[in-house]
């Protein structure tokens, strides 16, 4: 299944970029990846302890952005994480 998504993301990169070379875009990317990841799971944690301590529950320029959804989403990856 790993490779298949490999497979199926390196196409869309080849066919996408006018590049020379797709695959050091693809490589790019895929480094890139992990720290993406960091990043949300953080930006995830922040959001839920900022409505944590708020008295209305909600963070409203986040939630505006985001929506209320990617609370509930955060549940899943940190529990992945842990």
């Known amino acids: 299944m790993r490779s ?6 390196f196409i869309i990169i ?4 006018v590049s020379s070379n797709p695959v050091v875009c693809f490589g790019n990317i895929l480094l890139s990846l992990p ?4 990043l949300a799971n ?4 922040n959001m839920q ?7 209305f ?3 409203p320029l986040l939630t505006d952005l985001f ?7 955060c549940n899943c ?3 992945y994480k842990a």
Not at 35 to 38: E, F, K, L
Not at 42 to 45: P, V
């Open 42 to 45: 953080t930006m995830c944690e």
């Open 49 to 55: 302890f900022a409505q944590a301590f708020l008295d």
């Open 14 to 17: 080849k066919e996408a970029r």
């Open 35 to 38: 720290i993406v990841t960091m």
């Open 67 to 73: 929506g209320y959804v990617l609370t509930i989403v």
């Open 77 to 79: 990856f940190i529990s």
């Open 4 to 9: 298949r998504i490999e497979d199926t993301l």
């Open 57 to 59: 529950g909600q963070f």
